[in-house]
């Protein structure tokens, strides 16, 4: 950590005054493998989108041989006016135009924010460190003393050089970080444990879809959605799965005629309290929240099975298992 941080950062701790606050779920992440840039297309939704949209706004507003590009909304879904203004922009920085954003792609949306940074950019790199490390933080699009502290913090955490500057190792380590779903009413989820204790995290992707579906389903009046086992916060071994280990396998319980998944475990699709047509509508929800980009289903109800929306899998009579997928993902497993 450089000196001028330190000072900036002992300027700030202030007794009997919390100015960031950070959920303290993992020890540092210092010898984390595998951190990619998450590609993102169309289908997808997220933080990493709202993330990309800012990105490709701020470049759009810079770029005066861009000034006719229509700029994308900022509302974290990746539809065909982000596609059109991702092509534009790749397009003009000697890119393949195919409006899907990897690592080539996000290289040229990011630039080095720190102090006294202002825009967008600054924008983008606020809601990545709001939605992956609940950082207590406004969104202002200025980068001031408290951005920069939750910076230096996330570089800490992640075993990277604490200097409260976004340089491109920083910005791929927080785009790819997981992030957990709010539990709420808000939400329209509840949390169930199999033992792996916080075990919530996932994909920017898998979380908005799973938040998205959960706010549908309590609004048609068929509960919660109760969400298990995703991964843990930065992947690997989970005990129990021969998966979710990419943040990318969220585990759901059917639903239940009383619409109380949120509190009776163990509930199967032969059971009478099965309330099949709610789960159809879920499983449902899930493939049009996510087009293109849920790669299966798991669930072994004979019926929805023989509807094609979900597939057999041993062990998987008393929940549902939703496989999101990236475009051109390393492993076939998880590719679209």
């Known amino acids: 950590m450089s000196q001028r941080v330190a000072r900036r950062l002992r300027r700030l701790a202030i007794p009997g005054l919390v100015l960031v606050a950070f959920l303290c779920f993992a020890t540092p992440a210092a010898a984390v493998a595998g951190i990619a840039w998450p590609v993102q297309s169309r289908g997808d939704r997220g933080t990493d ?28 879904v990746f539809r065909s006016s982000t596609e059109a203004a991702v092509r534009a922009f790749q397009a003009a920085n000697g890119l393949a135009p ?33 939605a992956k490390r609940r950082v207590a933080l406004s969104v202002t699009g200025r980068l001031g003393p408290v951005t920069e502290a ?6 800490k955490h992640m075993g990277l050089r604490q200097t409260g500057i976004a340089d491109t190792a920083t910005w791929r380590a927080l785009v790819w970080h997981y992030e957990l779903p709010v539990f709420s009413s808000t939400t329209g989820l509840c949390d169930y444990s199999v033992g792996n204790g916080p075990a919530n995290w996932g994909t920017a992707e ?13 609004s048609l009046g068929y509960g919660r959605v109760a969400v298990g086992d995703v991964s843990l916060e930065h992947g690997g071994p989970i005990a129990g799965h021969e998966t979710h280990q990419r943040g990318m396998d969220v585990d759901i319980r059917p639903l239940r005629f009383a619409s109380d998944q949120c509190s009776v475990a163990g509930t199967t699709w032969r059971s009478s309290a099965y309330d099949r047509a709610a789960t159809r509508q879920m499983i449902l929800r899930f493939r049009a929240y996510a087009p293109g980009h849920v790669k299966l289903i798991f669930f072994n109800d004979p019926v929805l099975i023989g509807e094609g929306l979900v597939t057999w899998h041993s062990g998987h009579d008393d929940h549902v298992h939703v496989r999101f997928c990236e475009v051109r993902h390393p492993l076939t497993t998880y590719d679209c």
């Not at 792609?105 to 983008?124: D, M, N, P, Q, Y």
């Not at 939750?150 to 570089?155: E, Y």
């Not at 799973?210 to 309590?218: N, P, S």
């Open 49 to 76: 989108v709202l993330a990309i949209q800012h990105l490709v706004r701020a470049r759009l507003a810079s770029d005066p041989a861009l000034a006719s590009v229509t700029p994308p909304p900022a509302d974290g």
């Open 98 to 130: 195919d409006g899907i954003v990897d690592w080539a792609t996000w290289g040229k949306l990011i630039g080095h924010v720190r102090e006294g940074s202002r825009g967008e950019i600054v924008v983008a790199l606020q809601v990545e460190l709001v």
């Open 150 to 155: 939750a910076l230096v913090a996330f570089q």
């Open 206 to 218: 898998a979380i908005a879809t799973t938040e998205a579906v959960g706010r549908t389903v309590q």
